[in-house]
């Protein structure tokens, strides 16, 4: 039997960061995960393969749409979806094995299975028990349907099944306005495809800035994705290669059909525990199944932490890494820290949405005094050069400290730029510090300080 002092349950983004921040501390480290490979669901079939998708269909969008206006004649390319998908999954591989590399470089071993926790300090694999002075549950989350919705992965499929379909579909209906139903309902409508996205609803990316929502809603409307929006979907119908959705619109009750080749359900997400025993260890889970911390990743039960999807918050691959690096350092006596207030979120459409801090919605309802500074990319010669000039930075900030209190950009390479704010929020920086850094020219980020700019004296650019 294998001693341990941290044994890391499940490999993904928490799991796999977790296991190498606590063997870089000097703690033998073992990590158990049941796939084929490391990463979890964010480089198998997550992050990774969908950021893969996007840009290989982006960059078809631009063969299709800018090029010949900047001279570049010629037929635009044709698409060879196994080639695709084969690219995808080449990018997979790389990432996963990158993964190993780093297990073995960290002297991490890989426990190969499923694991599970017979008594607090001990972790089964197969037919073989670990003993483990702590344990972290990294186990993540699956995919959460509707009640009545039955997924095959063929003609109604989860995000999983759309990353790896046969064919490209004719018509596609993605079920919910999320993240995960945007990203990959542009890939398929870049694709040609007909995307219907139908949101219970009455706005997109609900928890998003309301002005982003309404723009980043009539930018994707003019690409050529369709709404449905305040709809209630009462069941999906399988049938050999087609599927029909049935929903109520709340506004009138009155009921309607629609069908298509595939139907993505992309209602969301739930954390995945099963098979760990936690339970009957004792270990307290929320009403919604989530693991309970306190505030320093601890379950309930001594010497077993938690992190990631499998915890409550924002469902993001980098929450779980910084709590897993914040876990292994609060094992290892140190003090890790997570700041939930500055955790930037990113849509990678095109253009791309992000946003960090507190929405205008949120100050409001907080009766927080703010001042807004907003600045549209059509200022920015870069953006106008590279035909990205729709969107906009917008920056809160305290109306009388002047401190940043969110962002939220909707524009080229907005997930890049989001991160200057966030690292002046940590910094606790007010606009005006923003503002008074120089920004080389010409770069999308000069968006960034003229919305800065635009929250004291005015931007330069408007
Ligand atoms: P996971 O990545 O889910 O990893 C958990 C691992 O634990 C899995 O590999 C599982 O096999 C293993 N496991 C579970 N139980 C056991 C057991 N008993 N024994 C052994 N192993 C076990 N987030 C972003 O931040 N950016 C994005 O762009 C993004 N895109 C996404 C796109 C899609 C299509 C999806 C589905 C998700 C996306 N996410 C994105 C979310 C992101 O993937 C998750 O937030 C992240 O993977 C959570 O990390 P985790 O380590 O908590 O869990």
């Known amino acids: 039997m294998a001693q341990y002092d941290v044994i890391v349950i499940g490999a993904g983004p928490g799991g796999y960061v977790a296991a190498i921040r606590c063997a870089q501390l000097g703690l033998k480290t073992a990590c158990v995960e049941g796939r084929e490979t490391l990463g979890g669901t964010c480089l198998n079939v997550g992050c990774i393969p969908s950021k893969a998708l996007l840009h290989a269909t982006h960059q078809l969008h631009e063969a299709e749409h800018n090029f010949a206006k900047m001279g570049l004649k010629g037929k635009s390319p044709s698409v060879d979806w196994p080639q695709m998908q084969a690219y995808k999954t080449d990018v997979i591989d790389g990432n996963t094995k990158g993964i190993e590399f780093l297990f073995k470089k960290n002297k991490i071993d890989w426990l190969k299975g499923w694991g599970s926790i017979p008594a607090a300090g001990k ?232 946003s960090v801090g507190k929405t205008e919605e949120e100050l409001k309802k907080e009766g927080v005094d703010y001042k807004v500074g907003k600045f549209s990319f059509m200022g920015n010669g870069r953006a106008k050069a590279n035909f990205a000039a729709d969107g906009f930075v917008k920056l809160l900030a305290d109306k009388k400290t002047d401190r940043i209190l969110g962002a939220h950009i909707i524009g080229p390479m907005a997930g890049d730029l989001i991160h200057e704010v966030c690292v002046a929020m940590e910094f606790g920086a007010s606009a005006e510090d923003l503002a008074l850094t120089c920004h080389a020219h010409p770069t999308y980020s000069e968006a960034v300080r003229e919305a800065a700019l635009a929250c004291g004296d005015g931007p330069i650019h408007s």
Do not use: C
């Open 123 to 354: 972790v089964k694999v197969g037919d073989e028990v670990h003993e483990a002075k702590n344990i972290i549950v990294a186990t993540g989350s699956e995919v959460a349907t509707l009640p009545g919705v039955e997924i095959d992965e063929e003609t109604v499929v989860s995000s999983t099944g759309a990353l790896s379909l046969k064919k490209i579909p004719k018509k596609m209906i993605v079920i919910g306005a999320g993240v995960i139903g945007l990203e990959m309902g542009s890939v398929y409508s870049r694709l040609g495809a007909e995307v219907t996205v139908i949101e219970y609803l009455d706005t997109i990316t609900p928890t998003m800035d309301g002005e982003v929502q309404k723009t980043f809603q009539r930018i994707l409307k003019k690409q050529g994705l369709n709404f449905i929006l305040g709809a209630a979907v009462q069941g999906v119908e399988a049938m050999k290669t087609k599927a029909k959705v049935t929903y109520k619109l709340k506004k009138d009750d009155s009921e309607h059909t629609a069908d298509a080749d595939v139907v993505l359900v992309a209602t969301g997400r739930k954390p995945y525990t099963d098979g760990l025993g936690l339970e009957a260890l004792g270990v307290e889970l929320t009403d919604r199944g989530f693991v309970k911390t306190d505030g320093h990743w601890k379950t309930s039960v001594d010497g077993i932490y938690a992190i990631g999807d499998a915890i409550e918050g924002p469902m993001l691959a980098h929450k779980a890494e910084d709590e897993g690096m914040a876990a292994a350092e609060v094992i290892a006596g140190k003090a890790g820290h997570v700041n939930y207030g500055v955790i930037p979120s990113v849509i990678y459409t095109s253009p791309e949405v992000s």
